[in-house]
């Protein structure tokens, strides 16, 4: 049986990563879904290539989430897709980096998406979870100085 693992960070450190050159984020609402669906359609074939995942979401999803008021983050690699996390405010999810990604990636994206939306937003916090048997996935969050909620 699965359960959830929450995490919290309180957005006071960020933790120091390191860009590539080849590396940039590309921020993505309601007004600029249209202009970059087809890189955003792009991200969810990586994904769908690289894993199966019954709760994938689809181009008609990630518009209705961003007509809600979502936020998406694309990570591009000289300007193609690597990756994608979204964000409802505050919490944080579906985070996903390619397997073709470098050490270091993730964790530049996912303080660099963090921050953007602290500054946006004015938050003090963002939260998420994942499931208990994710070790791998709670050990990346603790390294980006989430604190598990007990």
Same mark, same amino acid.
């Given at each position: 049986m699965?359960?959830?693992v929450y995490f919290t960070h309180n957005l006071d450190n960020k933790i120091?990563?390191?860009?590539?050159?080849?590396?940039?984020?590309?921020?993505?609402?309601k007004d600029t879904f249209n202009e970059h669906s087809h890189l955003i359609e792009k991200s969810i074939s990586i994904f769908n290539s690289e894993l199966d995942w019954e709760e994938m979401w689809n181009i008609n999803d990630a518009e209705v989430r961003l007509l809600?008021?979502?936020?998406?983050?694309l990570l591009l690699e000289n300007e193609n897709p690597l990756g994608h996390v979204w964000y409802d405010l505050y919490y944080l999810y579906n985070a996903f980096?390619?397997?073709?990604?470098?050490?270091? &990636?993730?964790?530049?994206f996912i303080q660099e998406t963090m921050w953007d939306m602290k500054s946006e937003y004015? %938050? !003090?916090?963002i939260k998420?979870?994942? &499931?208990?048997?994710?070790?791998?996935?709670?050990?990346?969050?603790?390294?980006?100085?989430?604190?598990? %909620? !007990?």
């Open positions: 699965s359960y959830k120091t990563s390191v860009r590539r050159d080849e590396l940039s984020y590309l921020k993505i609402t809600n008021g979502g936020t998406l983050y980096v390619s397997v073709a990604r470098h050490g270091g &990636d993730s964790a530049w004015d %938050l !003090t916090y998420l979870h994942v &499931d208990n048997w994710n070790d791998r996935a709670k050990k990346f969050w603790k390294k980006l100085g989430y604190l598990l %909620l !007990t």
